[in-house]
């Protein structure tokens, strides 16, 4: 079964500091695709970041960086210079071929002045 | 339209009544998944529509559940008799592509959260 692991129910970020939320994933697909959205109350999943399974580089979008590590099936979230607005819940995600995207339990990130 | 819109975004149902949540993608996009997100917990999977075909239905909970597609675009979860447990937030996603395509981004809409009394 696809099983992604999310070990960090809930933390804390000083603003302005950079913080790391962990993901790990089982899978025993050749290619896949690993996402990470943002859920604020409002509810609704805001895309952040794609890294492919097959992609040289690690994923960065403006202050999000995905650290892929491949051998050890894990892809964790980096946002640096933590904001305000950042405040959320975070999940990571992996869909491969004919699965549908498969979701983690979440991290909820809370950003202190 | 410019993203995944749902309605209602916000329903009340009494025990036993029957629900219907409308989801409209973005226009042009094959794919559509509906997912059922409990309190404090991730999205889990409900079922899956490349342009009007269901392909995969494994995650929806009863035969309580019904989802249809029928012209390809908008679609329609249908929940009969629900009951307490089946209050949620249910999200509406899309995707350009269709079928065996992981690299394409999946888009969410704001969800519709139902609350059964």
């Known amino acids: 079964a696809q099983k992604i692991t999310q070990t960090q129910p809930g933390m804390f970020v000083q603003e302005k500091e950079a913080v790391t939320l962990d993901c790990t994933y089982d899978?025993?697909?050749?290619?896949?695709?690993l996402f990470w959205y943002k859920q604020p109350s409002s509810g609704e999943m805001i895309f952040l970041i794609y890294q492919g399974s097959y992609d040289q580089q690690n994923a960065t979008e403006g202050r999000y960086s995905l650290n892929f590590q491949k051998a050890r099936k894990s892809a964790n979230l980096v946002i640096s210079a933590s904001q305000l607005g950042d405040s959320a819940m975070y999940f990571c995600a992996k869909c491969s071929g004919n699965t549908p995207l498969v979701f983690g339990k979440g991290t909820r990130l809370s950003v202190i002045a | 339209g410019a993203g995944v819109s749902q309605s209602p975004r916000y329903k009340v149902a009494k025990r036993g009544q029957d629900v219907a949540l409308r989801c409209d993608p973005i226009?042009?996009?094959?794919?559509l998944f509906w997912y059922q997100q409990a309190l404090g917990q991730g999205p889990e999977f409900l079922t899956y529509f490349q342009n009007e075909a269901q392909l995969d239905k494994s995650g929806l909970p009863s035969d309580r559940f019904f989802a249809e597609r029928p012209e390809g675009s908008v679609s329609t979860l249908k929940i009969q008799r629900t009951q307490q447990e089946d209050s949620a937030v249910y999200l509406c996603?899309?995707?350009?592509?269709?079928?065996?395509?992981?690299?394409?981004?999946?888009?969410f809409g704001e969800g519709s959260w139902l609350t059964v009394v």
């Open positions: 899978t025993s697909d050749p290619s896949y695709g």
């Open positions: 996603a899309s995707r350009r592509t269709g079928e065996g395509d992981s690299g394409n981004t999946i888009y």
């Open positions: 226009s042009g996009h094959v794919s």
